[in-house]
């Protein structure tokens, strides 16, 4: 039988969880023929709704789940997994901004990162979720050396999804019809929606929408989406989170189609002048489980300063946690 892969995810009870574990208990993550195991991580006072997650689980039979562990032990959780969904951290209200959690939320990942240096598989695949998510990333990297930092990375997904669609939406294209979106940066307001290189059904998007829109109305409405969604909701996104960190998770597993990428908040490797280290994100192209940063591309003046702005405040960030940095 083909041995289980082991997931665990923090913040298991929460809203973006209870949208994610049952795809990924189908199959969403690894495809449908690799069996998995949920390590599902919550805090003391939440065991008992995690409780009730597992017994929902336990009641969609799903073929593919092994099993399921709950625990308040962080030791537990991430014990040897193969990979690690960190949402577990506090969602921001209306009037917030990301980077208000860092106080709060940096700790959690000072924390969890120690223990997965102590207990983690080296070479786990990490995706941090919980806000701000590439500066968490970066606490938690700093906190687990013995962990493959290239696989340390963070969700900007969801701001890609939502590039696609307002591009879609605009052009008056379908979705599957747009190749090569970018997102650059922190997952936050100073993020770069990027439509450069962007083509629909094989033509140059920028020539089908006009660049007024692109510039002054694409890229706004892309970066505060997190906040419009807010507003209407009472609470931030959830479903269209848990579905931005499983694109991640199978695009890293499952690779990338030809001739298309995705954007993942990773560590930068120096390519376009952001510094070496810093959880920025980049187009990738992703093979046989590992990610390649494309390095290459032609980035205009108006994109290029956007871009330096959002590596500004990412450094700014990192000099606010420096306290959790381990270093
Ligand atoms: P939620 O409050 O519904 O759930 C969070 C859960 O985490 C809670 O059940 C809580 O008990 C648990 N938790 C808190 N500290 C923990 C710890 N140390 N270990 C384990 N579990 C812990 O929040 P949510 O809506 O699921 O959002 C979670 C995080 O994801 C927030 O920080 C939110 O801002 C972020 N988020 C990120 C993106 C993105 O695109 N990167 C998108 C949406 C939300
Ligand atoms: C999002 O982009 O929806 C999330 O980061 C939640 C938020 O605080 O905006």
């Known amino acids: 039988m083909t041995q289980p892969k082991r ?33 599902l991580l919550e805090i003391t006072p939440a065991l008992g709704l995690l409780e009730a997650v597992k017994m929902e689980l336990d009641d969609c039979a799903f073929p593919l789940l092994n099993d399921v562990v709950c625990t308040d032990d962080p030791k537990v959780a991430l014990n040897k997994v193969d990979a690690v969904l960190f949402v577990g951290a506090k969602p921001r209200g209306p009037g917030m901004e990301r980077s208000d959690l860092i106080t709060d939320n940096g700790k959690i990942f000072s924390s969890l990162g120690k223990v997965l240096n102590e207990v983690g598989n080296p070479d786990c695949k990490v995706c941090v979720v919980g806000n701000p998510a590439n500066t968490n990333a970066y606490i938690l990297k700093a906190n687990a050396p013995n962990i493959n930092p290239r696989n340390i990375t963070a969700l900007t997904r969801l701001d890609h999804n939502r590039a696609l669609s307002q591009l879609a939406a605009k052009a008056g294209a379908r979705i599957g019809d747009i190749q090569k979106m970018v997102i650059w940066g922190n997952h936050s307001t100073t993020q770069v929606p990027d439509i450069s290189y962007a083509s629909i059904n094989g033509k140059a998007a920028s020539d089908m929408v006009d660049q007024t829109w692109a510039r002054e109305e694409f890229i706004p409405t892309v970066a505060k989406r997190g906040a419009e969604v807010i507003k209407a909701r009472g609470s931030s996104s959830a479903a269209s989170a848990a579905n931005g960190v499983i694109d991640h998770m ?12 995705v954007s993942m908040a990773v560590p930068s490797d120096g ?20 990610y390649t940063i494309i390095s290459d591309l032609d980035v205009s003046d108006f994109i290029k ?18 306290a959790l940095l381990n270093t």
């Open 7 to 39: 997931i665990a995810i923090t913040g298991a009870a929460g809203q973006i969880c209870y949208s994610m574990l049952f795809r990924i208990a189908a199959g969403e993550i690894y495809g449908p023929d690799q069996p998995v195991s949920l390590h």
């Open 271 to 290: 390519s376009y002048g952001i510094d070496e280290g810093l959880i920025y994100s980049f187009p990738v192209q992703i093979k046989n489980g590992d």
């Open 305 to 322: 300063e956007k871009m330096m702005a959002s590596q500004q405040e990412l450094r700014d960030e990192r000099d606010t946690v420096a």
């Open 250 to 261: 199978s695009s890293w597993i499952q690779g990338t189609p030809d001739g298309d990428w």
